[in-house]
Antibody, heavy 117, light 107 residues
Framework: EVHLVESGGGLVQPGGSLRLSCAAS????????MNWVRQAPGKGLEWLSY????????YYADSVKGRFTIFRDNAKNSLYLQMNSLRAEDTAMYYC??????????WGQGTMVTVSS | DIQMTQSPSFVSASVGDRVIITCRAS??????FAWYQQKPGKAPKLLIY???NLQSGVPSRFSGSGSGTDITLTITSLQPEDSATYYC?????????FGQGTKVEVK
């Protein structure tokens, strides 16, 4: 069965760092581009970052550019999001999502990040 | 950035009704639209990709159409389990963007 499982969320102080992980199973991870998408409490969806299978192409939303870094380890079937200089407005549920045919056809269950002092 | 303007923001309809949700992109997109359904406390679920293609396992009462800047999601014969928030998405140009969401209430 195809699965994405995020982990690494938690409570962090403003200015702090956190690394999120997304473990993939049930499909050939290296063949797919992957994304991070977040959702602030009670708000809509916000795309954050995209990475192709061989990691040769990466894109970021302006809201996280320079603070967040997406990377992957295909040998471990894992996707990551390194988040630095966190702000209160980064408080959200963070999802990893598989890219397919101009849509996100698989999503993890999400991991919650709370930025607060 | 391409803005996605979704309407209405809320719709209340009865079982069996037809519901239409619209999204307008701020510029022409080459059919790279998708629609998602999200229920409270759950991750979004892909319903429609590339404007009109039904994702595997999604009931046929969901359909997508449109071109250029305007797309629609139609739910024919609304069911109780369709109560959710629906989002459109453009995957044509980075940064990818979503509509604001439409909450569908089933009376």
């Amino acid at each position: 069965e195809v699965h994405l499982v995020e982990s690494g969320g938690g409570l962090v102080q403003p200015g702090g760092s956190l690394r999120l992980s997304c473990a993939a199973s049930g499909f050939t991870f290296s063949a797919y581009s992957m994304n991070w998408v977040r959702q602030a409490p009670g708000k809509g969806l916000e795309w954050l970052s995209y990475i192709v299978g061989p990691s040769t192409t990466i894109y970021y939303a302006d809201s996280v550019k320079g603070r967040f870094t997406i990377f992957r380890d295909n040998a471990k079937n894992s996707l990551y999001l390194q988040m630095n200089s966190l702000r209160a407005e980064d408080t959200a549920m963070y999802y990893c999502a598989r890219d397919h045919n101009y849509g996100f056809d698989m999503w993890g269950q999400g991991t919650m990040v709370t930025v607060s002092s | 950035d391409i803005q996605m303007t979704q309407s209405p923001s809320f719709v209340s309809a009865s079982v069996g009704d037809r519901v239409i949700i619209t999204c307008r992109a701020s510029r022409v997109i080459n059919n790279c639209f998708a629609w998602y359904q999200q229920k409270p406390g759950k991750a979004p679920k892909l319903l429609i990709y590339y404007t009109s293609n039904l994702q595997s396992g999604v009931p046929s009462r969901f359909s997508g159409s449109g071109s250029g800047t305007d797309i629609t999601l139609t739910i024919t014969s609304l069911q109780p389990e369709d109560s959710a928030t629906y989002y459109c998405h453009q995957g044509n140009t980075f940064p990818w963007t979503f509509g604001q969401g439409t909450k569908v209430e089933v009376k």
